[in-house]
């Protein structure tokens, strides 16, 4: 089994930045993927963007330019750098982990709030 803690989440004004980070534990050998999604209230949770443990991302549309995720294959940890915050990236942010059997590990979140 694999323990996923999220942190890093706040209170931003628009056009502000955030690190979000995301530390894997337990049966962590056959990590692959570390996805970052996020979920606003009343709307579906989508993928943000994800790396894969050669170090190739991919990212939505809406935060392409603006986020940057990376990883830490030593420290198990995969971060999310957030700038040019809008309002509109107000929702709780999940971070996943997946292994190389298609097993995903989810963490509780943690709330990204953008003021305008």
């Known amino acids: 089994h694999v323990q996923v803690v999220e942190s890093g989440g706040g209170l931003v004004q628009a056009g502000g930045s955030l690190r979000l980070s995301c530390a894997a534990s337990g049966s962590i050998s056959r990590l692959n993927a570390m996805s970052w999604y996020r979920q606003a209230p009343g709307k579906q949770r989508n993928m943000v963007a994800t790396?894969?443990?050669?170090?190739?991302?991919w990212y939505a549309d809406s935060v392409k330019d603006r986020f940057t995720i990376s990883r830490d294959n030593a420290k198990n940890t995969v971060y999310l750098q957030m700038n040019s915050l809008k309002p509109e990236d107000t929702a709780l942010y999940y971070c996943k982990a997946t292994n190389y059997d298609g097993d995903s590990y989810w963490g509780q979140g943690t709330q990204v709030t953008v003021s305008s």
């Open positions: 790396v894969s443990r050669d170090g190739s991302t």
